[in-house]
Every structure is written in structure tokens, then in C-alpha cells.
């Protein structure tokens, strides 16, 4: 990779794992329903007057039925469960369950795609889930409220449901480009919630500091963030621009601690590195019969 490359990299981590930290800091202003609203929204409008200038207008249009299903099942859902779950848990713990998304992948393309996993991806699943085991275990301050193992299950149902979206849109939405499927399900999963926004938009107004953070999630991390994803898929193909999976949990336990004064202890650190290890070998980044090809998405 180029040095630009690299810096893209680091800094499109920087926008993703500070999106857990900003998740678990406006959602007590806010609530789960508009702040996912309203951070969605802002992000399709930051993302269709893009495809628009691309040409994305008749891909658009003509997949209404498949952009509401990856719409409102495989976004406004795992969105949902994501930020209530950031109500219970820490900015670092959620982000660490969100990595598992490819290990749930990987069980996805091995039981419905029926893609052979091997014996180190296999090791590499059951060792991931040993570090959910490990990060859930009784004592850890990552864990906020009573409702926290609740919120971890909750969690890594949002990982398991983005690898069944992901699943259905490379068959249904095969032909479309990336950057059209992606603003058009978040625009269908921002108007899907906005309704329910409306009903539970919070009785006391949110600070101009959870205001901040909200615009933060909306522009930055996901507008902005899904640009620079997509442009790096084109530069760098899937497999590198999949290191952003391991520097985000990273990134959002060390903006949590300096931000909102979350602990990171030995367990935690534990945990995270052992989910890590088993979605790097479960990916096939490591071990026997790693990737050794650079797959190259157009979007």
C-alpha cells in the first residue's frame, strides 16, 4: 500500500471506532430511535448527492424491494440493537463485538453458500467466541447497567445480522454498485425509524454537546466514513481495507478511557485480542491456507 493508503487507513479508523464512543455518549440525550434516524439520514444525504453526480440515479430506482430489505432488516435493525445495546456497555466492548461480524460471515458462507471452512478457520471461530466468553464474564466494569449482558447479546446480534445482510445483498444486488446499495438502504432505514423518532424524541432537550456528537456519527463517521471505505476498496481491495476491523476496537477503547473515563483492564485487553485472533484466522488472514489473493470490490 501507499503511504496515502496507510494514512486513509488510520484515519478511517479513527472515524469508526470514535463512532462507538459517540454512539455511547449522545444515546442517553437522544435515545436509540432518532439518534439512529437522525444519523443515517445525515449520512444518505451526504452519500446520494454522490451517486447522483456517478450516474447511480437508474441503479436507484430500480431496486426499490431489495433497498428496503437491506434497508430496514439489515440496517435500521442492527443499528437499533447496536445503539441500545451502547446504553448498557462501553464504547470498547461494543466495538469488539462488532468485530466478530466476519467470523459470523464466515458461518454464513459455510452453511448457506456451503464454502468450506477448514480446520484453522473453524479454530479461528471457536477461539473468537472463547474471547466473547472471556469479555462477558462475571466482574467486568465494560458492563454499565444490569441490562449489559442483555446489550452484549444484543450486540453480536447486530454483527450476525450485518453477515446475513451482506449475504443477501451480494446475491440479490450482485450488479448494483456498493456506494448506491449503501445510501439507498440508509436513506430506507432512516425513514423507516423516523416515525418511531418522532414518537420517542426525548422530553428534555439534548445538550449542544450530544447535538455535536450526533453530527459527529452522522457526517463524519458514517457519511464521510463510508466514502472513504468505498474509495479504498477500489485502491486496496476487501482484504487490506479489512484491517479497519482490528484498529477500530482499539481506537474506541482508548478514545473511551480519554473521553468518557471507561476502564481498560486486563480482561477487557484480553478478550479483545482473543476475538481478534480468531477473526483474523476465521477470515483467513492468518494461519494455514491464508488469503493469498487481493479481492477488489468496484464500488
Known amino acids: 500500500m501507499r503511504p496515502r493508503d496507510v494514512i486513509e487507513l488510520l484515519f478511517l479508523s479513527l472515524l469508526w471506532g470514535g463512532a462507538y464512543l459517540f454512539t455511547r455518549a449522545a444515546v442517553p440525550a437522544f435515545g436509540p430511535a432518532p439518534l439512529v434516524s437522525m444519523?443515517?439520514?445525515?449520512?444518505a444525504l451526504i452519500l446520494l448527492p454522490i451517486v447522483f453526480y456517478r450516474g447511480g440515479w437508474p441503479q436507484l430506482r430500480a431496486s426499490p424491494r431489495a433497498l428496503f430489505m437491506v434497508g430496514v432488516p439489515f440496517t435500521a435493525l442492527p443499528f437499533m440493537?447496536?445503539?441500545?445495546?451502547?446504553?448498557?456497555?462501553?464504547?470498547?466492548?461494543?466495538?469488539?463485538?462488532?468485530?466478530?461480524?466476519?467470523?459470523?460471515?464466515?458461518?454464513?458462507?459455510?452453511?448457506?453458500?456451503?464454502?468450506?471452512?477448514?480446520?484453522?478457520?473453524?479454530?479461528?471461530?471457536?477461539?473468537?467466541?472463547?474471547?466473547?466468553?472471556?469479555?462477558?464474564?462475571?466482574?467486568?466494569?465494560?458492563?454499565?447497567?444490569a441490562e449489559g449482558p442483555l446489550a452484549v447479546l444484543a450486540v453480536l446480534g447486530t454483527a450476525m445480522?450485518?453477515?446475513?445482510?451482506?449475504?443477501?445483498?451480494?446475491?440479490?444486488?450482485?450488479?448494483?454498485?456498493?456506494?448506491?446499495t449503501t445510501a439507498g438502504s440508509l436513506a430506507a432505514a432512516s425513514l423507516f425509524l423516523a416515525p418511531l423518532a418522532w414518537a420517542t424524541w426525548p422530553s428534555t432537550p439534548p445538550s449542544a454537546r450530544a447535538w455535536a456528537e450526533m453530527a459527529?456519527?452522522?457526517?463524519?463517521?458514517?457519511?464521510?466514513?463510508?466514502?472513504?471505505?468505498?474509495?479504498?476498496?477500489?485502491?486496496?481491495?476487501?482484504?487490506p481495507a479489512m484491517s479497519v476491523t482490528f484498529l477500530s476496537p482499539l481506537v474506541a477503547m482508548v478514545s473511551g478511557a480519554l473521553y468518557l473515563g471507561e476502564a481498560i483492564t486486563l480482561q477487557m485487553v484480553a478478550g479483545c485480542a482473543v476475538v481478534l485472533l480468531g477473526t483474523a484466522l476465521s477470515l483467513g488472514l492468518i494461519g494455514r491456507g491464508s488469503a493469498k489473493q487481493d479481492t477488489r470490490a468496484e464500488a
Open 161 to 180: 445480522i450485518w453477515s446475513v445482510g451482506a449475504t443477501y445483498t451480494r446475491r440479490k444486488m450482485a450488479g448494483t454498485d456498493a456506494m448506491v
Open 216 to 239: 459527529f456519527l452522522g457526517i463524519a463517521s458514517s457519511g464521510l466514513g463510508m466514502w472513504m471505505y468505498f474509495r479504498l476498496l477500489r485502491r486496496i481491495g476487501t482484504v
Open 81 to 145: 440493537l447496536m445503539t441500545w445495546g451502547a446504553l448498557h456497555i462501553t464504547a470498547g466492548l461494543s466495538a469488539v463485538l462488532n468485530a466478530t461480524a466476519p467470523m459470523f460471515a464466515a458461518l454464513v458462507a459455510h452453511f448457506v453458500l456451503k464454502e468450506r471452512l477448514g480446520a484453522w478457520r473453524a479454530g479461528g471461530l471457536l477461539l473468537g467466541f472463547v474471547g466473547v466468553l472471556i469479555l462477558m464474564s462475571s466482574g467486568n466494569v465494560s458492563l454499565k447497567t
Open 39 to 43: 444519523r443515517l439520514g445525515i449520512a
